[in-house]
């Protein structure tokens, strides 16, 4: 029943009214969170259980009886994969008439994941997403430009949903090369850049020597970003970037930063986020529940990704709203090897704020004869620089991994470098930073 009415002054009574929204955002009372997820989670398990092919066959498959389960661990070690995804047709999936399509082919698949919405599902995205940007600051005075990519992706389409609400202006450059942005976009006097981090490093190279303009801030998304990176692309520019959170699952949308800078605020009306297989320092996978979705509802979705639930309450209007930290890693990207537990997160400490090097690198871990080496691959912008990083990186090592070095001392790992020329190793849109490439040959 609260959800209703909740749902029901979020509908009819705010509506589109952002500022409205955000006026009363702090206000939501602490308590009125779990109630209303707890029903609408009971709620979305009945409709799937009704509605698609798959989760009624999985229930019944493996005994579970919805009227028990009351949140989302009730459900014991239940969980919708990837693999589910990748192995069942998506209509399997479906409980209403899909209308938006999107495809998903993550970083090691071998077939991409098809997730559908409606257009009235990208609507309320929008409005949810509108208000996050609007704690940024975003006004319906700023003019926007973004150069996302358009194929089979839906950050996009979150996005232009979020700027209908807001009423910017909004050029679509699409993801075209960084030096032909820089020249097309110059006359526009945008303020506002919705970019992926990686490109957004190459146009902060092409501005660096060309120029800048004044800019509110810039929001990227699509892949994680380094604060080394963050810090240099704000110096060049004099602004902030704010970092938001997605996957397709959720068309493109799990959190956004707000002016804080740390974390990611969840939507908890709409999205039940859990961690589990969690660690002493709390951090473990994001599986969510997507709450109020009608075409492809998704049950304990395992997101892969690694993070945890912040604690301190947040200094911005959005107090109420949790946050999750920065992703550390994905979970296939995590290596247990001679060098010790690996994520991406553990080589970012070492090669962030390396001049020599691009943002673009690669660890791999190799076999050879007994032992591990790992090798890290690194696009060189001095090709005399190669000793000097070798040497850094080794004592970055030293210095602030001792159990890493412990076992280098130990033998049981060996330091490889492989140098490229800038450009050279990222093929697709996301670049993976650690792959374990040991042949299982005991197997
Ligand atoms: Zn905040």
Avoid at 21 to 42: G, H, T, Y
Avoid at 392 to 403: C, F
Wanted: include cysteine; charged fraction near 30%; proline fraction near 5%.
């Amino acid at each position: 029943m609260l959800s209703r009415i909740a749902e029901f002054a979020d509908n009819v009574l705010i509506g589109a009214n952002v500022p409205l929204r955000a006026r009363l955002a702090p206000l939501i009372p602490l308590s009125v969170v779990p109630r209303i997820q707890k029903e609408k989670f009971r709620r979305v398990l009945r409709y799937v259980s009704e509605r698609s092919p798959f989760y009624r066959r999985r229930f019944k498959e493996i005994g579970i009886d919805i009227r028990q389960v009351h949140v989302p661990a009730d459900l014991g070690d239940f969980f919708t994969t990837a693999q589910d995804l990748r192995d069942n047709p998506v209509e399997e999936f479906l409980c209403g008439r899909p209308e938006l399509g999107f495809e998903t082919t993550g970083t090691t698949a071998t077939t991409s994941k098809r997730v559908y919405f409606s257009r009235r599902e990208a609507a309320d995205m929008g409005r949810d997403g509108a208000i996050g940007l609007y704690n940024l600051g975003l006004r319906q005075e700023d003019r926007v430009v973004d150069a996302f990519d358009y194929s089979f992706w839906n950050a996009p389409f979150t996005l232009r949903a979020a700027l209908d609400r807001l009423g910017c202006f909004h050029v679509t450059a699409a993801k075209i090369p960084p030096a032909e942005f820089y020249d097309r976009v110059r006359g526009y006097a945008f303020n506002v850049l919705f970019v992926e981090p990686s490109w957004l490093v190459v146009l902060t190279e092409i501005a660096r020597v060309r120029g800048t303009w004044p800019l509110k801030f810039i929001y990227t998304g699509g892949e994680n970003m380094s604060e080394a990176t963050r810090r240099y692309v704000e110096a060049e520019w004099k602004t902030n970037v704010y970092m938001g959170y997605g996957q397709t699952e959720t068309f493109g949308q799990i959190g956004s930063e707000c002016p804080a800078k740390r974390g990611y605020h969840v939507d908890d009306f709409n999205l039940s986020c859990e961690i589990v297989d969690r660690g002493d320092d709390g951090y473990g996978e994001l599986v969510y529940t997507t709450l109020s979705r009608h075409v492809m509802p998704l049950i304990r979705y395992r997101s892969t990704d690694i993070t945890k639930f912040l604690d301190e309450p947040c200094t911005c209007v959005l107090r109420t709203a949790r946050r999750l930290a920065k992703i550390r890693g994905r979970l296939d990207e995590m290596v247990n090897c001679g060098m010790g537990n690996l994520s991406p997160w553990f080589f970012e400490r070492l090669l962030d704020d390396l001049p020599e090097i691009t943002g673009d690198w690669q660890v791999g871990v190799v076999r050879t004869g007994n032992r591990d080496t790992i090798e890290f691959r690194l696009e060189l912008r001095d090709p005399a620089a190669a000793e000097p990083v070798a040497q850094v990186i080794k004592r970055r090592v030293q210095e602030r991994i001792p159990d890493s070095w412990r076992n280098y001392e130990l033998k049981l790992f060996e330091f490889g470098f492989r140098f490229v020329t800038p450009g050279a190793l990222r093929t697709g849109r996301k670049l993976r930073r650690l792959v374990d490439e040991r042949m299982r040959v005991w197997e």
